[in-house]
């Protein structure tokens, strides 16, 4: 039992620290090395823990949003909160903190997508499962709000939460050549401030 809790604890550190320099140095940036070394665990064990860097790559990706799923929940849970505030006050969080980082990183979500989307077929399940996952909980925050009467109802639902995330992840992108938290401004103006209120 001790030693399972170690190899967990070993293993989630190995995810901790494979997330950081994903998002630092994209997947073929990423040495097994480099992490094994942060982390202090030797280099012939990595496989005691994943099957390949590949699979190691896909559990970082589950393992990344994980946090953003539960701290978005929170805001879900919160019973002070319609839907749409709900998403909104959890967008404009990630803004503070992007515009904190130095407008570095982005989302490890779409870095990935451009990187391995397409040559990857382990990675890019691992994408669509994780973003489905995301997109579902924002599509609850959206569905209740239609069902408060803040948010339209001529619009399906799953579009709308599609819009979300594809919008996120290009205001993400221009974020980092602007320099700026604008474009993620916009996103929230555009959407959830304009396009899909009631009228």
């Keep these: 039992m001790i030693i399972m809790d170690r ?5 989630e550190k190995l995810l901790d620290q494979g997330v950081k320099m994903l998002m630092d140095q994209g997947y073929h940036g ?11 665990i030797p280099k012939g064990s990595f496989y005691n823990y994943f099957a390949s860097k590949e699979v190691f790559a896909a559990e970082a990706i589950s393992h990344y949003i994980e946090p ?13 909160l319609d839907g749409l505030t709900a998403l909104k006050q ?3 969080e990630l803004i503070i903190e992007v515009e904190q980082a130095g407008y570095k990183g982005g989302c490890l979500l779409g870095n990935l997508m451009g990187e391995l989307g397409d040559t990857s077929e382990v990675c890019r399940r691992a994408l669509k499962e994780t973003l489905e996952r995301y997109k579902n909980l924002q599509l ?16 399906n639902v799953e579009i709308m939460a599609d819009l979300l995330v594809d919008n996120w992840q290009g205001a ?13 401004q916009q ?5 959830l401030e304009d396009y899909f209120l009631i009228k």
């Excluded at 993400?172 to 993620?184: A, C, D, F, N």
């Design 7 to 11: 190899k967990l604890i070993k293993r």
């Design 30 to 40: 990423t040495g097994l090395k480099d992490i094994l070394d942060t982390v202090g």
């Design 68 to 80: 953003f799923i539960i701290r978005l929940d929170g805001h879900l849970q919160n019973p002070e």
């Design 90 to 92: 959890y967008y404009a």
């Design 140 to 155: 609850s925050a959206l569905l209740r709000a239609q069902q408060e009467g803040t948010v339209r109802v001529d619009l």
């Design 172 to 184: 993400l992108l221009r974020m980092k050549i602007e320099q700026s938290v604008k474009p993620l």
């Design 187 to 191: 996103f929230v103006t555009s959407l």
